[in-house]
């Protein structure tokens, strides 16, 4: 209800809402009387002599006869407040015959009254006096759980609840709770299983029927399985049969076990003897038709009381779908049938043999949805033929295929009868409702049918042929879907003839008008059409015997089929607004008709009225023998008993929903029912509501009688109306009326009921134009070729306009439920959720101004003048247009505009619903900010109209042949300089140059020819008036720029503004928006000069054809963007000034192998630069460097794989796309690996080879063969020196030299390994000559690449990096800047390509990178601390110039010397290139820190070093502190090593196998050993022998005995710490733990002989030496190598050197240690 907030009014006064207002009958004369109440009432509900009342508060009064109470009211009007209920809060209330229910706030029931059959729920009594709880609980919960109810219905002798989950529930007697039994009365409620899993609105009880609305199933609902037979009788649901001139298809099943038995009836058993189905025939197509044995049809129930007896099973109903011959005969009344014995068969009548005519006068349907999830249904029948008008098959094979079918039906059932199936079994429906064609897939029944007639084709043959030769396509659809059109609803399904009263013509007329659709059929009925003839034209094997003159006629051009109804509503207000797609369900008894399906026949279970399912029913209600319901189109369908006119038409009784009888205009939105009259609640002419009444006339006076005859004919205004204000709602009940009415307070009751009139009249409007205009249009054949380009736009504004219609239809159910119950501003739709009403609005208007500016109102002239005629009437009247003499076009266009003229009405209503609250309320800034939404709309959609005609109107004066490449749907006119005040500067003088601006491009046209400058890549600038004196604009797009000059200053202004506008509009993607580019309303100054955009260029030599999608800067591709070529090549990457610049992405189609070349890395100028991979199609990948567009610098190429037919590896220097300076190639075919120059891809200069077989090569190579003076030695040490011609051939003079010191001196010529000629002399050392200088030696590498020579161009990538153009040259600040520059856009690609990856750690490393170690003067220690931390830093990451440099390093070494390069004559050169990778990186740093010393300078102590006291052992065996002298290797080995350490290491041992392995045969002999008898061997003094040692088995104790059996217990932790060199990489960190070893070996001995001690070498060696043999490091000789190659040379006289010199003695000593 109203808030405070209302002005002035504080609480409202009872005397000004919720008035209650009773009458009864319809005389001039009468006056209501008026319910005083306390407080206003919500609701009220009429029994048949008693109401009851539900008011704020909620508190629940009843008045009228009340027998049920102890002590009768002595004034009937008087209310009673029930008491019982003052506790709990009641929502909504309910009346039946002679009992009454309440619904309480928490979803619980109450009911009281009379109570004899069951109907109060209160198991006992027959009469319930106070309210009294009724549980309604869900059985198939356990425990069982209450369930939650909505609303009650009340009937005579029987109630109705809707639950929460939108179920119903039902108790009481009668076949009008629709539940599967026949005991009663039903105490307990129980739902209604044939309506679960449905959605159900709203229920109503009539006096012995009851009524359900429900929401059509939804898409989902629609694509489930449906069984083929049916769950009760086990019939087919769909059967076919082949007939020599016709095919009979029937989907429609009706079920015997639906109907209603009579008293002592019983119910047929399943397997007994079953009953033939009744085939009924329409009056309108040849049918094949029979009736069950006993009878032809069952006499009508007598409409004062329950039916009689049947005495038959009224059987199954097939109505089907014949085709019939192409020339009909002669009509013949069918030939009457014979029984046959054993059962029954079907006899085929000649017409309605029993029953009367009269009082039934409707067809019998058989509704083919009685079966939607689960329970038996109901379905009509018994109705016989009527005459016929086609020909019969003979009598003979009616009789066959009767009995084959009885057969048939009668085993299957007695099997399943003896199986133990359950008699009454709940199944699915066998014909769902059909969808939207255009939006879902048919459904499964659908299917099924199809496949009926696929299966059919071949059989039919020719017959099917000419069968659709003869009919014309919409007949076609109609057999197919003989709810199409008329044939498959209650009123025209197939099966009864008309009564005398009602023609065959009538019927079919009927047919088509109101049974139009099947059950739940979502879309409308020229979707159905299309959408049926679509499916049918397009199954297998049926048209391949179709005349060539039929397909030539369906395939026309033909508009696609539009929904005007959309299929599940507006998507966004599906939940927020009511539904629109309802169906009305009903059961019961249908002595009146008051079922609504064409009989009166009964209905044990809820069945669905077809004719109702495309009407949008919002409301149901039902007097006592006849039914209401209201459709959103204010529309008042009535059916049942119309024995007092009732009905408000004069059909009595009428078996189908009618419409009542009310002048056009009268938009009804409330109704009520009693037992003989309806009472209309109806919009008038002004906002206040009138009231219409039909039905039985009441005599005035103390005690109203009915006067006999005294009825309207018609619904009547009542005059009182409008002295009771404004009503909000009716009811009905007995002879009673009531009317709950408000009175206008402040305004606000007005405003709302005014808001929701306009809404219904704007339904009301729009349905009846997409009636009355668009159907009739959209049925015409020739629409789509006489729209032609334009048809798809007519299609969108068609469907836009359905959305609207749609919503507006929605929203007006919805207002009006407002109305009904709160009459509240909040929670309207239209404010909550304005969004979905102007999108709506919004998306409407651009359709129909993309219509009208492609000239689509003028196309549709010729369809209306097809349709409609000359004197298009119903145009002018829809359009409300005065003009007379208006062409279709301009009344079409007037047409489509006017529910945008609505968004008027929206916001005058709001703003006048905002002025009756107080400024500062909520609700008024509420309503005042809706008003503000739907105004600024309406003003800019005008704006959007005018545009449209103004752009329309251009295109009728623009030359014809650019119109058609120019004119596009999307495309506004801003302005256009035909009046020659812009022209082109330098322009010839006979040239003709036109401008045109439109909301996208601006089009530059002369002659013929024309050019379009999209707007999103066009730049405009003034020129200055000062330096020419003209008025110019400077116009910049991607491939042309070019000066227009305008006529004045003020012509320069507005094409400059308009220009600057329409581009930041078309840039922020409202370029349709195009008024706002006119009227300059709100926008930016200027537009952006860096934008996103795309472009296809047509002129550019290199871009031809391509199109960009990406950055631009004043024309140009700037920023991250994309090119697709024509040819299917495409770069994705950064573009600098137009050209490639920076990282990108390159593809390039190789069509010759159907794979693409791949690149991805850097690009200068357009050109690939920089470092990069290229993938070939080929299968080779190139990764290194380029320069312009070539391989350029160092990089590695990998060709093939090891599987293809020559895969190899090469890096090194490239130079112009050839291989050129010094790289390695691995052979992996050859098993060879050459290390040396190259030039023009060839091997040129000094080189070394190595294969996997152990050969060695050192020497020149020429042309790429081994060609000079060279050095070969083999694995076993055979040695040749000398000249060489070929890959390993010798030819020329040279020195062969045996392992065993033989010579061969002279020439040789032949291949090595394959015999060799020689001519020289041979040489036999001297075997008593012990001087060995004179025997000879090969010295190897003489003829190799120096160490310096390798890898430069990985260093001068470096130094360019750094700004420097050779090493050392450049300025030290550029480089940190060069340094800096790479890190952050590294950073950046990284972010912008997640692909990439990036580690935490990683981001954390570039983080701490950003900060430079600060220099200043002199290096400390401090300071050099810091730079090694920065540089292992650097040296960690690949974005940083360093880590690069050391990655590529780190690559080519081990490319270098793994695999085949691990040969062990190659350590020297292995252990040269660390040392030379030392000095460059050196230098390197150096550059970097300037004031770090050269190699070997000293950095000065710390001033404020503490010297402090140490003791002569400590002293004695302390080093130079590390970090003092500056050096390479102590600086860079600690970050290089580590990387190279697996190579580097393995040649050691390679090269140290033979030591290696004699030291180790010593080493496992000596260990053999026990403790102390070693250290006699090695001699140490008995002095050091340890005599106890630490034990790491507590239960022993701490310290052990040493015995002459302890094992490798002796100076244990002293090996340990010896043994941790193997996991050690630097020498520094090697010699640190040989430091250690010493240390912990004197702590030992300190500890044993408790005194000061110094060390002599003769006696340090044996212990140490003893140490060294426990330690077992298996490759000592690799170590000392190792330490003795790259120790730091100022460590080597020192305490470190002495100690390593001690190690090494160990090892030789160990080597050649005799064991006797």
Known sequence: MMESQRKNSGEDSPGERGLLHLWKGYSCSLTPDRVLLPRPVLQVALGTSHGVMLVEGGQVYSFGALPWKQTQVSEPLEPVLESTLSGQRVVSVAAGGRHSGAVTEDGGVHMWGENSAGQCGVPGVSVVPN?????????????????????????????????????????????????????FPVWKPQRVEHLAGRHVLQVACGATHSLALVRCLGPLDLRRPFPDKCGQCNQQLYTMTDKEDHVIISDSHYCPLGVELGEGEARPSLGGGSKAPCLLSSPSEPLLSSLSPASASAPPASPAGPPEPSSKDPGLTHPELVLPPPHPAKPQPPPPCSTASGYSHPQ??????????????????????????????????????????????????????????????????????????PALQPVPDPSPPEPDPGSHPPSTAGSTLNSLVVSCASAVGERVASTYEALSLKKMMNYYYPSVGGGGGPGGAPGG?????????????????????????????????????????????????????????????????????????????????????????????????????????????PVCIKSLSSKEVVRVVSGAHHSVALTAQSQVFTWGSNSSGQ????????????????????????????????????????????????????????????????????????????????????????????????????????????????????????????????????????????????????????????????????????????????????????????????????????????????????????????????????????????????????????????????????????????????????????????????????????????????????????PGKMTDSLRKPHRRLICESSNKALTLQNAGRFSVNWFILFNDALVHAQFSTHHVFPLATLWVEPIPEENTGQYGLKVISPEETFVLLACSSMEKTKWLRSIKQAVDLALSGSGQEAGAAASGAGQRAEPPISRTASYTFYKDSRLKEATYEGRWLAGKPNGRGVVKWSDGRIYTGTFKNGLEDGYGDYVVPNKALNKSDHYQGHWKEGKMHGQGSYRYATGEVYEGSFQDNMR???????????????????????????????????????????????QDDQRQGTGVIVTQFGLYYEGAFCNNKMMGTGVLLSEDDTSYEGEFSEDWTLNGKGLLTMPNGDLFEGSFSGEWGSGLKVTGSYFKPNLYDTDKDKTHSVKLGRLVVCAEDKWRAVFEECWSQLGCEAPGQGEHSQAWDRIAVALTSSRRQHRDSPELGLSRTHSKTLESLEFI???????????????????????????????????????????????????????????????????????????????????????????????KETSSTSSQLESPKPGRVVSSSALLLPVLLPRLYPPLFTLYALEKEREDDAYWDCVIRLNKQPDLALLAFLGVQQKFWPVSFSSSDPVLGDKQQVLSTTKDSCFASAVETLQQISTTFTPSDKLQVIQMTFEDI????????????????????????????????????????????????????GEHGIMFTTLKACYYQIQHEKIS
Not at 365 to 391: E, F, I, L, R, W
Not at 1652 to 1668: A, G, I, N, R, T
């Open 131 to 183: 309210p009294t709880p009724v549980g309604v609980l869900d059985p198939d919960t356990c425990p069982p759980h209450s369930v939650r109810v909505l609303e009650l219905a009340c009937g005579e002798q029987h109630s109705l609840a809707l639950s929460a989950q939108h179920e119903v529930w039902a108790w009481g007697s009668g076949s009008q709770l629709g539940l599967l039994t026949t005991a």
């Open 348 to 421: 085929v009548p000649q017409g309605r043999e029993t029953g009367n005519p009269q009082r039934d006068p409707q067809p019998s349907p058989a509704p083919s949805s009685a079966y939607v999830d689960g329970g038996q249904a109901a379905g009509g029948g018994g109705g016989g033929a009527g005459a016929k008008s086609s020909p019969y098959p003979d009598e003979k094979e009616v009789k066959d295929y009767l009995k084959r079918l009885s057969e048939q039906t009668l085993a299957e059932q007695t099997a399943k009868t003896l199986a133990g199936a």
């Open 497 to 605: 003839a008309g009564g005398p009263g009602e023609g065959g013509l009538d019927r079919v007329l009927l047919e088509e008008t109101m049974q139009g659709k099947k059950s739940s059929s979502l879309g409308d009925i020229r979707e159905e059409e299309a959408g049926g003839l679509r499916r049918r034209l397009s199954l297998p094997g049926l048209l391949s015997q179709v005349s060539p003159r039929l397909l030539r006629k369906s395939s026309r051009p033909r508009l696609q089929a539009t929904p005007l109804t959309p299929v599940g509503g507006v998507p966004e207000a599906r939940e927020l607004l009511p539904s629109l797609h309802t169906e009305v369900w009903s059961w019961g008894r249908g002595d009146q008709g008051q079922l609504g399906h064409g009989d009166t026949l009964p209905r044990l279970q």
């Open 647 to 958: 009905l408000g038409h004069m059909e009595s009784p009428s078996t189908i929903p009618r419409l009542a009888k009310l002048s056009e205009g009268i938009r009804v939105w409330d109704v009520g029912a009693g037992e003989q009259h309806t009472v209309l609640l109806a919009d008038g002419d002004c906002c206040q509501p009138i009231l219409y009444y039909s039905g039985l006339q009441v005599r005035e006076g103390p005690a109203p009688q009915d006067l006999p005859g005294a009825y309207t004919q018609q619904p009547v205004l009542l005059p009182f109306c409008m002295n009771l204000g404004y009503v909000s709602g009716v009811c009905a009940g007995g002879q009673t009326c009531v009317a709950l009415a408000d009175h206008n307070v402040m305004g606000f009751i007005a405003s709302f009921h005014e808001l929701a009139a306009a809404e219904r009249k704007l339904y009301c409007k729009l349905s009846s134009i997409k009636g009355q205009i668009l159907r009739p249009l959209l049925d015409l054949e020739s629409l789509g070729s006489a729209l032609g380009p334009c048809a798809g736009l007519f299609q969108m504004v068609v469907a836009r306009f359905s959305h609207l219609c749609h919503l507006s239809g929605q929203h007006a159910a919805a207002l009006t439920s407002t109305l009904r119950r709160g009459r509240e501003v909040r929670g309207l739709v239209l404010l909550d959720n304005s969004s979905i009403f102007l999108d709506s609005y919004r998306e409407y208007c651009c359709s129909v101004g993309n219509l009208q500016v492609m000239g689509g109102f003028q196309t549709l002239a010729k369809p209306c003048l097809d349709v409609f005629g000359k004197s298009p009437e119903v145009l002018q009247r829809l359009a409300e247009s005065s003009d007379e003499g208006a062409s279709p076009s301009d009344l079409l266009a007037a047409l489509f505009h006017l529910p945008l003229l609505h968004l008027q009405q929206y916001a005058r209503l709001l703003l006048k619903l905002a002025g009756c609250f107080e400024a500062t309320s909520e609700d008024h800034q509420q309503l005042q900010e809706g008003c503000s939404r739907f105004e600024v709309l309406a003003l800019h959609l005008k704006r959007k109209r005018k545009e449209a005609e103004y752009t329309c109107h251009f295109w009728k004066s623009f």
């Open 1192 to 1238: 350029h610098g160092h990089g590695m190429l990998r060709s093939g794989t090891l599987n293809s037919c020559c895969p190899s590896v090469f890096i090194g220097h490239w130079l112009q796309d050839r291989k050129c300076g010094y790289g390695v190639l691995d052979d992996i075919t050859r098993g060879e690996k050459h290390m040396g120059m190259w």
């Open 1413 to 1507: 170690p600060q220099q200043t003067g002199p290096v400390t220690m401090e300071t050099y601390d810091s730079i090694r931390h920065y540089l292992i830093k650097a040296c960690d990451t690949p974005l940083h110039p360093l880590g690069r440099l050391l990655e590529a390093l780190v690559a080519v070494y081990r490319m270098t010397y793994v695999g085949v390069g691990a040969n062990r004559r190659l350590l020297p050169q292995a252990v040269s290139e660390v040392m030379s990778y030392l000095a460059r990186i050196f230098q390197l740093v150096r550059f970097l820190f300037p004031d770090l010393p050269e190699e070997g300078g000293l950095i000065p102590e710390p001033s404020s070093l503490d010297t």
């Open 1642 to 1693: 004197t702590q030992e001995v300190l500890s044993l002989l408790k005194e000061d001690f110094l060390w002599s070498m003769d006696d340090l060696f044996p212990v140490f030496l003893y140490v060294v043999l426990r330690a077992r490091i298996r490759n000592l000789g690799s170590e000392v190598s190792l330490i003795e190659d790259l120790m730091d040379p100022c460590v080597q006289h």
